[in-house]
């Protein structure tokens, strides 16, 4: 027996010789581990030990998204225990759960002193949520992210000088406007604005021209200064922003001028950095607005990814577009690698532009097309076998239509 009682104490000592090394680990590893775990989970790892039962205080990360249900009185108590700072809170409300507005306010207010510096709201319900302008008072804010919100800005803020990452959707200003807040950010190097009918103020390109780092831009066209986008105004973009690598457009309630498809205009090198162009609720049946897109693709020499998502409502026009258009030998040099379309409905402008781009992209990969939902079974066979019959340069591009 005694070897047997050996055996045990040896593996007992080889346990806790293991217990020390974890217990001792150093608590920068400890919070690491601690913050990428569910908040449930890193609360019950105060069950493993006496030496961990307050381990999970040192929480800097927390996120109440919808997957997992949370009550706005846990997260209260939650925040008090934390020790240290706290670096990123993320809040997902669904649109079946109500919040009391001051709970909000409280948690902003607390998290202003605990050296934020990623902050992410998304409200799922039809009604604002009204942010406390104890938000401008973090200073070391990093990312931030708000959706279906109302803010104001503090008469006293004087920007976020360490933010990198601004996406605003369905952001309604109630004092200020969104320039005034894009501004005063001058380490941005992503901005996304998403469309909203109630956006206070239109958005400036010579407010925005100031980000010189910025990367990646995302923005309703329709909410520039301008009453139409021209020409110019294209190469205005492309001219503010040469570092530039993705850009998305939203396309809806856009003004084009009509004498656009009447000039032989090219937009050669306007933006030399692109690597992905997005284009949302774009008008195929608005031919001036296909073709100012056209030029901005044919304008991105390093253009690796295009996105097209087709306008609910399009006009119907008895115009194909045609390589005749432009001057396509100079573009048969294109750059894409992969091609998006979604709901399209195979119209003559819609098959005209996927043919163009087969035919000037000798490196395409892959081109995915997404059918709309109301496309009748017949119409999507003669649409699918119209692309069936379309020549590619690329020997390899595959053609899904889905």
């Known amino acids: ?5 050996g055996h045990i104490k040896h593996h007992r000592r080889i346990l806790a010789s293991e217990d020390d090394v974890i217990s001792s680990m150093p608590e920068n590893v400890v919070t690491n581990i601690l913050d990428r775990l569910p908040i449930q989970d890193a609360v019950r790892t105060s069950i493993l030990s006496r030496t961990w039962r307050f381990k999970w205080t040192m929480l800097t990360q927390l996120v ?42 409280h948690w902003v207010m607390f998290l202003s002193g605990k050296g934020i510096q990623e902050f992410t709201l998304i409200n799922e319900h039809e009604t ?7 938000l401008f008072s973090c200073m070391e804010l990093k990312h931030l992210k708000l959706v279906n919100c109302s803010i104001s800005l503090a008469p006293t803020f004087s920007g976020f000088p360490h933010l990198l990452t601004l996406d605003l959707f369905r952001v309604t200003f109630e004092s200020g406007n969104c320039g005034q807040l894009i501004t005063q950010c001058p380490l941005l190097e992503n901005l996304k604005v998403g469309y909203h009918h109630d956006l206070s103020g239109n958005v400036k390109l010579v407010e925005i021209a100031k980000l010189k780092n910025l990367r990646v831009l995302s923005l309703p066209l329709c909410k520039l200064d301008c009453t139409e986008i021209t020409h110019s105004i294209i190469h205005q973009i492309g001219s503010y922003f040469p570092r530039l690598q993705e850009l998305s457009l939203d396309l809806r309630n856009c003004k084009f001028p009509q004498e656009w498809h009447d000039r032989k205009l090219l937009l050669l090198n306007v933006f030399p950095s692109l690597k992905t162009l997005k284009f949302s609720e774009i008008n195929v049946g608005n031919l001036t607005e296909v073709l100012s897109a056209y030029k901005m693709i044919c304008g991105s020499p390093n253009l690796r990814t295009l996105y097209m998502t087709v306008a609910s409502t399009q006009a119907s026009l008895p115009y194909v577009f045609r390589s005749t258009d432009s001057n396509q030998k100079t573009y048969r040099g294109l750059q894409l690698r992969d091609v998006v379309f979604r709901s399209c409905r195979g119209s003559l402008r819609e098959v005209s532009l996927i043919k163009y781009l087969l035919d000037c992209t000798p490196l395409l990969k892959k081109m995915v097309i997404h059918s709309d939902s109301s496309m009748m079974s017949d ?6 076998t119209t692309l069936l019959k379309l020549s590619r340069a690329s020997r390899t591009a595959k053609v899904d239509l889905l």
């Open 64 to 105: 109440f998204d919808t997957k997992k249900y949370y009550d706005e009185r846990n997260i209260s108590r939650l925040l008090l225990q934390l020790k240290g700072p706290i670096t990123k809170f993320v809040l997902c409300i669904p649109d079946d759960k109500v919040l009391d507005v001051m709970d909000i306010y």
């Open 128 to 134: 604002l949520v009204r942010l406390p302008t104890h």
């Open 379 to 384: 119409e999507k066979l003669v649409f699918a």
């Open 1 to 5: 027996m005694e070897p047997i009682h």
